[in-house]
């Protein structure tokens, strides 16, 4: 009989704590499930989630990325000269170009051929990469040269150096890149009097339209 009544006993206080345990285990449910009823309508998670963001760093990375792959689709450029974007991305840089202009700017040009050359109806040649006058070669040297030897419009470097400087040079004083690659194109006093050729027009708006779709062009994007 005494035996009965321990195990009576302590079931009695097993079931004593268990009460207890349910209790404060129904208040602490209780407890989250208002608190996260408040947060859902406040518009907040009920506990803290760290988000990874992206530092502008990174997104400029990426989208960097993106304008050269969608330069290489739209100028159809083969492997052996996919080194020019990097190149031409570097000087854009140096000269604070946005690179969706100066991929443009070259393609529209010279279609990226290193020893491009056009000759003129006044007997001037344009050369290489970015299409530097001859007949500026003095010019060129005078303002945008810094080095003591001759500089070559068919090295791709001398070429972007005097042509994004170049080009810069037009905006700082037009304040517009439209009209920056219009006096880049058929000189800074023709934009100045508004007499530009309906061929400047038409060569700027090639390039802008370039630009737009490296910078936007999702179409390139599925390719």
């Known amino acids: 009989m005494e035996r009965t009544s321990e195990v009576l006993g302590s079931n009695k206080r097993i079931c004593i704590v268990l009460q207890r345990f349910w209790k404060s285990a129904i208040a602490v449910l209780g407890f989250l499930t208002i608190t996260s009823m408040t947060c859902c309508k ?5 506990l803290k989630v760290e988000e990874s963001v992206p ?17 290489q689709i739209l100028f159809k450029l083969p492997e052996d000269k996919l080194w020019l974007l990097f190149l031409i991305e570097e000087q854009a840089d140096k000269y604070e170009i ?15 051929e ?34 003591t ?15 994004f400087a170049y080009l810069k040079d037009l905006y700082n004083y037009f304040k517009s890149w439209e009209k920056a690659l219009a006096a880049y194109n058929c000189g800074s006093s023709r934009v100045s009097k508004n007499t530009i050729p309906i061929s400047t027009k038409q060569h700027v ?8 779709l490296i910078r936007d062009g999702l179409a390139l994007d599925n390719n």
């Open 114 to 147: 290193l020893y491009a050359v056009n000759k003129n109806s006044d007997n001037t040649v344009d050369e290489g990469l970015l299409q530097l006058n001859s007949s500026n070669r003095e010019f060129f040297t005078k303002q945008f040269w810094k080095e």
């Open 205 to 212: 708006k090639k390039i802008l339209t370039y630009a737009a």
């Open 98 to 112: 946005p690179t969706d202009i100066a991929y443009a700017l070259v393609a529209a040009e010279s279609n990226y």
């Open 149 to 163: 030897y001759e500089y070559n419009p068919f090295n791709p470097q001398h070429a972007t150096d005097i042509g």
């Open 55 to 71: 530092s502008e760093e990174e997104l400029l990375k990426q989208q960097r990325s993106l304008e050269k792959k969608r330069a």
């Open 42 to 46: 406040s518009g907040s998670l009920p």
